[in-house]
């Protein structure tokens, strides 16, 4: 197992859901974890349930607010970023600004903290971004989450080489019991995941484990780069 004792590890999304649980492994590894929220109050609440890590304001759709926290960080070994802002409707019903907030959290602000970490990283750091398995799996009502998706398994190739030999890669997720569908009615959520378990190969939804055992691996891989790791049970091979 990868050890992080002496590295500091930057979760952005990291007060809930996958990336809570992401900082939460980071933290268990020896890591100083520093979790981004929009709200700090959010980030400083997950911060004080770990061993040793700091909550700072970030949102990823502003590349002041990027800037001004990996400045307050200072020094920074990975980044994580789980920000997403889902658009999911049919196409006749998009509505420009949430597209444009879409491509923000997934592309766009993950290329401007690209930007600011390009300088900032050692050699031997690394930055793994978000994708998701509607990326290759399209579908109507969710274009917007299949296409963000797409292009940060684009982008990821494009940032590796660079900020070469710093390491930049993106997992993607199948449909994950991370806690993000615990708002939804139950009987939808019993069927989204009766419905993805029929669609995996795996036969069953992934937990939170499964995707927090890929990044944690990507901390260690010194010789992956521009990289998708698909953790989706097989879904794009049912
Ligand atoms: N769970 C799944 O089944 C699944 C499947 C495929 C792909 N994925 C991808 O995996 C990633 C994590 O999934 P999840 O289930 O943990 O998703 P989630 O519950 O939607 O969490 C997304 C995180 O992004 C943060 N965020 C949103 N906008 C932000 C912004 N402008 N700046 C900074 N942070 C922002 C949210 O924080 P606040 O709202 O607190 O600010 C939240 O912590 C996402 O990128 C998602 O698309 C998940």
Redesign the pocket.
Same mark, same amino acid.
């Given at each position: 197992m990868t050890t992080l004792d002496g590295a500091t590890v930057l979760v952005? *999304?990291?007060?809930?859901?996958? *990336?809570?649980a992401i900082a939460t492994r980071a933290d268990e590894l020896g890591a100083h974890v520093v979790i @981004?929220?929009?709200?700090v109050d959010?980030a400083r609440q997950a911060a004080a349930g770990l061993r040793d890590a700091q909550g700072v304001a970030?949102?990823?759709?502003?590349e002041s607010s990027i800037a001004s926290a990996i400045s307050d960080i200072g020094r920074v070994d990975h980044v994580v970023?789980?920000?997403?802002?889902?658009h999911n409707v049919a196409v006749t019903d998009l509505e420009h600004d949430r597209v444009v907030t879409a491509f923000?959290?997934?592309v766009i602000?993950p290329l401007l903290l690209a930007k600011h970490l390009a300088t900032v990283l050692p050699e031997s750091g690394s930055f793994t971004l978000?994708? *998701? &398995?509607?990326a290759w799996n399209p579908s109507p009502g969710l274009s917007i989450?299949g296409i963000t998706?797409g292009a940060v398994a684009s982008a990821v190739t494009h940032l590796a080489a660079e900020l070469a030999p710093i390491r930049v890669n993106a &997992?993607?997720? *199948?449909?994950?019991?991370? @806690?993000?569908?615990d708002g939804m009615p139950e009987a939808d959520r019993d069927a989204l995941f009766v419905n993805a378990s029929q669609n995996a190969l795996a036969g069953r939804?992934?937990t939170a484990a499964d &995707?927090v055992d890929a990044v944690a691996w990507l901390w260690g891989a010194g010789y992956v780069s521009g990289e998708t790791i698909h953790v989706e049970g097989g879904a794009r091979h049912h």
């Amino acid at each position: 197992m990868t050890t992080l004792d002496g590295a500091t590890v930057l979760v952005i *999304g990291g007060a809930k859901n996958l *990336g809570l649980a992401i900082a939460t492994r980071a933290d268990e590894l020896g890591a100083h974890v520093v979790i @981004g929220a929009r709200e700090v109050d959010d980030a400083r609440q997950a911060a004080a349930g770990l061993r040793d890590a700091q909550g700072v304001a970030l949102d990823i759709t502003d590349e002041s607010s990027i800037a001004s926290a990996i400045s307050d960080i200072g020094r920074v070994d990975h980044v994580v970023s789980t920000a997403a802002a889902h658009h999911n409707v049919a196409v006749t019903d998009l509505e420009h600004d949430r597209v444009v907030t879409a491509f923000e959290a997934k592309v766009i602000g993950p290329l401007l903290l690209a930007k600011h970490l390009a300088t900032v990283l050692p050699e031997s750091g690394s930055f793994t971004l978000f994708s *998701g &398995v509607a990326a290759w799996n399209p579908s109507p009502g969710l274009s917007i989450m299949g296409i963000t998706n797409g292009a940060v398994a684009s982008a990821v190739t494009h940032l590796a080489a660079e900020l070469a030999p710093i390491r930049v890669n993106a &997992v993607s997720p *199948g449909i994950i019991d991370s @806690g993000t569908w615990d708002g939804m009615p139950e009987a939808d959520r019993d069927a989204l995941f009766v419905n993805a378990s029929q669609n995996a190969l795996a036969g069953r939804v992934g937990t939170a484990a499964d &995707v927090v055992d890929a990044v944690a691996w990507l901390w260690g891989a010194g010789y992956v780069s521009g990289e998708t790791i698909h953790v989706e049970g097989g879904a794009r091979h049912h």
